[in-house]
């Protein structure tokens, strides 16, 4: 070997160390070390506290424990911590109990307990996750019991047949929720061969595609009852984001199949653009909030997925927009890495404006926390599938560390209260989302393209992995819907 090529073998090895086996270490440890925490002071409860050093049970979930071990069943897997993995298997064996009877928002069961559970059977092959997101998918059917069709958000998964709607003094259905369940129930349909759970969702899309849109935009509240729009709020971030997000994914998971879901997202981005997004007087691109005709320029930490949304969904479009589309996914991404760059953390907050002189930042006190969220870190993982631009890996090691030097405790993580204070206050609480979702796509960030490549598999809203259904496998089972009406 010449010196020019072995100096050329050592540079690429230099650089796979720092880019990819160097981050992996760290987010192995950092998967381990929640993990370890969550076992050590909150086993069994959904998550751990850990400045007090214990669980947090919470009301979302109706009585079902554990949300922290089926949300993390996944990621361990991928990770390769084994050991960690049958812990969290035998648990859901054992301990996991569907029937109890409080009150469970549909949306969260659905993409943290069915998406984990339906995750975990696919990679893994283990039937006790089948007999576990069976039994639970049905627990989950009285939720549509409408007149229209359109669930309640809250459900009692005793097997009692009730349910309500759980916004809006009891009111309306939430976009974001009813709008997020097509992805995981169609695989309940391919895993029961009943089509039942199909015929669900389908039937949300088609009263959907009945209803006036105001400048073709989907508001955020809707009557269950009635079937109407309850007000024109409109949103990308909180109320609104994985409606749009299942769109395109229930394309992509049907192997490119489902024009009218297509159709739909397609649709739905050509209004969001015509009417949301908005350039700042600093050139940030970013998406505003419609409230009746009048925009709202603030932008949540919760919208900025739509980065990595609109990069995926951009080759699918017409030749024409591509271009245009990965452009202004880029230009999003750019302005939820803005957000976190313009903190003294390096962390993003909640909310950030645009008004008033604020460009990318979060001038009300109230809207300062990070919570853990993963929305920015997941657009950066796609942009680097897409593109595989060095920054977005930059990007992401930059949040790797704010989150270890800001929310790294002595007994867990923890979000903070203020990601523009000096001096740190923690909120005692390490969501189940981190362990699905941040540290997954910061883990995926920094892997090669095959390890769970985009062409096979679609992720839920909650970072759960759910293969695509190749188009001749459902005829063969005999209950593919029809994805042309």
């Given at each position: 070997?010449?010196?020019?090529?072995?100096?050329?073998?050592?540079?690429?090895?230099?650089?796979?160390?720092?880019?990819?086996?160097?981050?992996?270490?760290?987010?192995?440890?950092?998967?381990?070390?929640?993990?370890?925490?969550?076992?050590?002071?909150?086993?069994?409860?959904?998550?751990?506290?850990?400045?007090?050093?214990?669980?947090?049970?919470?009301?979302?979930?109706?009585?079902?424990?554990?949300?922290?071990?089926?949300?993390?069943?996944?990621?361990?897997?991928?990770?390769?911590?084994?050991?960690?993995?049958?812990?969290?298997?035998?648990?859901?064996?054992?301990?996991l109990n569907l029937n109890v009877g409080g009150e469970a928002s549909l949306f969260e069961v659905n993409?943290?307990?069915?998406?984990?559970?339906?995750?975990?059977?696919?990679?893994?092959?283990?039937?006790?996750?089948?007999?576990?997101?069976?039994?639970?998918?049905?627990?989950?059917?009285?939720?549509?019991?409408?007149?229209?069709?359109?669930?309640?958000?809250?459900?009692?998964?005793?097997?009692?047949?009730?349910?309500?709607?759980?916004?809006?003094?009891?009111?309306?259905?939430?976009?974001?929720?009813?709008?997020?369940?097509?992805?995981?129930?169609?695989?309940?349909?391919?895993?029961?061969?009943?089509?039942?759970?199909?015929?669900?969702?389908?039937?949300?899309?088609?009263?959907?595609?009945?209803?006036?849109?105001?400048?073709?935009?989907?508001?955020?509240?809707?009557?269950?009852?009635?079937?109407?729009?309850?007000?024109?709020?409109?949103?990308?971030?909180?109320?609104?984001?994985?409606?749009?997000?299942?769109?395109?994914?229930?394309?992509?998971?049907?192997?490119?199949?489902?024009?009218?879901?297509?159709?739909?997202?397609?649709?739905?981005?050509?209004?969001?653009?015509?009417?949301?997004?908005?350039?700042?007087?600093?050139?940030?691109?970013?998406?505003?909030?419609?409230?009746?005709?009048?925009?709202?320029?603030?932008?949540?930490?919760?919208?900025?997925?739509?980065?990595?949304?609109?990069?995926?969904?951009?080759?699918?479009?017409?030749?024409?927009?591509?271009?245009h589309q990965l452009d202004l996914a880029a230009n999003i991404t750019h302005t939820c890495h803005e957000s976190y760059?313009?903190?003294?953390?390096?962390?993003?907050?909640?909310?950030?404006?645009?008004?008033?002189?604020?460009?990318?930042?979060?001038?009300?006190?109230?809207?300062?926390?990070?919570?853990?969220?993963?929305?920015?870190?997941?657009?950066?993982?796609?942009?680097?599938?897409?593109?595989?631009?060095?920054?977005?890996?930059?990007?992401?090691?930059?949040?790797?560390?704010?989150?270890?030097?800001?929310?790294?405790?002595?007994?867990?993580?923890?979000?903070?209260?203020?990601?523009?204070?000096?001096?740190?206050?923690?909120?005692?609480?390490?969501?189940?989302?981190?362990?699905?979702?941040?540290?997954?796509?910061?883990?995926?960030?920094?892997?090669?393209?095959?390890?769970?490549?985009?062409?096979?598999?679609?992720?839920?809203?909650?970072?759960?992995?759910?293969?695509?259904?190749?188009?001749?496998?459902?005829?063969?089972?005999?209950?593919?819907?029809?994805?042309?009406?």
């Open positions: 070997m010449t010196l020019t090529r072995l100096q050329q073998s050592q540079a690429s090895l230099n650089y796979t160390y720092f880019t990819e086996i160097l981050p992996h270490v760290f987010l192995f440890q950092m998967m381990k070390f929640a993990w370890d925490n969550y076992k050590r002071y909150a086993w069994g409860e959904n998550e751990l506290r850990p400045l007090s050093r214990n669980g947090n049970d919470g009301r979302t979930f109706g009585g079902l424990r554990g949300a922290s071990i089926v949300d993390s069943l996944d990621t361990l897997y991928i990770m390769g911590l084994g050991e960690e993995y049958q812990e969290a298997k035998e648990w859901v064996e054992n301990n993409i943290r307990y069915v998406g984990g559970l339906l995750s975990a059977y696919y990679l893994t092959g283990e039937e006790v996750f089948k007999r576990k997101v069976v039994e639970l998918g049905r627990n989950l059917l009285p939720a549509f019991n409408t007149p229209t069709g359109i669930p309640h958000g809250v459900v009692i998964l005793a097997g009692m047949g009730w349910a309500r709607a759980r916004t809006h003094g009891g009111r309306s259905s939430v976009l974001a929720e009813f709008g997020t369940l097509h992805l995981e129930f169609v695989h309940l349909s391919e895993l029961t061969n009943d089509s039942i759970y199909t015929e669900k969702v389908m039937n949300i899309r088609k009263h959907l595609n009945q209803l006036d849109k105001p400048r073709g935009l989907y508001p955020n509240a809707l009557n269950p009852v009635s079937g109407n729009w309850e007000q024109h709020y409109v949103s990308i971030g909180a109320l609104g984001d994985s409606f749009y997000e299942y769109l395109i994914k229930s394309y992509l998971m049907s192997d490119r199949t489902d024009e009218v879901a297509k159709r739909m997202y397609y649709a739905a981005l050509e209004a969001i653009e015509n009417n949301l997004v908005q350039r700042s007087p600093g050139g940030l691109i970013y998406v505003a909030e419609w409230r009746g005709g009048i925009l709202d320029h603030r932008m949540g930490h919760l919208a900025c997925f739509s980065g990595g949304m609109i990069g995926i969904g951009a080759e699918h479009g017409s030749p024409e927009t591509r271009q760059r313009r903190t003294p953390t390096k962390l993003g907050p909640e909310v950030f404006r645009f008004d008033d002189g604020a460009e990318a930042t979060a001038p009300r006190v109230n809207e300062r926390h990070y919570i853990l969220r993963p929305e920015v870190v997941e657009s950066y993982m796609y942009m680097w599938r897409l593109t595989h631009d060095p920054k977005y890996r930059e990007w992401g090691w930059e949040a790797l560390e704010a989150l270890e030097r800001h929310c790294r405790l002595a007994t867990g993580y923890s979000g903070i209260i203020d990601v523009y204070g000096h001096i740190i206050q923690h909120d005692n609480l390490q969501q189940s989302f981190f362990l699905a979702e941040t540290l997954k796509y910061l883990y995926l960030l920094f892997s090669d393209d095959d390890l769970l490549p985009l062409k096979d598999w679609v992720f839920n809203t909650e970072a759960h992995p759910l293969p695509v259904i190749p188009r001749n496998c459902s005829q063969e089972r005999g209950h593919r819907p029809n994805w042309t009406h």
